[in-house]
């Protein structure tokens, strides 16, 4: 069976705060569904042999997330 992504299945809440000012962070989902028109459509696990991360073998799931406040984006990686 494969792991899924507590954020993503709505299971929890991202939460972080924002590395340069200090800041709530916005989750604006999976860093993979940025990439072009059709990368939200793909299997997942697909995606992630495709991205450049080390997630697939790690049961992670990287997340885009932003700051309201300075605009800072970042990537946070969610266990799943």
Known sequence: MGSICPVCNGLEK???ICSK????VEDKGRVMD???DYS????IDQMKLEDGYQDLSAHLCPHLVQCQQCGQEEVLFIKE
């Not at 000012?21 to 709530?24: A, I, R, S």
């Not at 939200?40 to 299997?43: D, E, F, G, R």
């Open 21 to 24: 000012c200090g800041n709530q």
């Open 14 to 16: 991202l939460e972080s």
């Open 40 to 43: 939200a459509y793909m299997p």
């Open 34 to 36: 940025y990439y072009d």
